[in-house]
């Protein structure tokens, strides 16, 4: 694949990953999976496991930042 504009500008239009590093929610995204799957080396969670995980960084987050730093349900978020 060329890494020409055009190209590039399609990508950061389309692809998935690209429209993730350009969301608002690229840093809450990318240090969750990190802390939740790459540092503990896990590809699998159950759903409920997944959404408490989520819960108590959102928590976190909202003791940290202000109670309106990601205001919705864990499951709002990860049913987006």
């Known amino acids: 694949m060329p890494l020409d ?5 399609l990508l950061k239009q389309s692809h ?11 840093p809450l995204v990318a240090s ?3 802390r939740v799957f790459i540092t503990p080396n896990r590809r699998v969670m159950a759903q409920a496991a997944l959404a408490e995980a989520l819960e108590d960084e959102l928590f976190g987050l ?3 930042y202000g109670a309106t730093t990601y ?4 499951l709002d978020y990860l049913n987006d």
């Open 62 to 64: 909202r003791q940290r």
């Open 5 to 9: 504009y055009p190209t590039l500008d």
């Open 32 to 34: 969750f999976l990190e």
């Open 71 to 74: 205001p919705k349900p864990a």
């Open 16 to 26: 998935p990953a690209w429209r993730l590093l350009r969301s608002d929610h690229a």
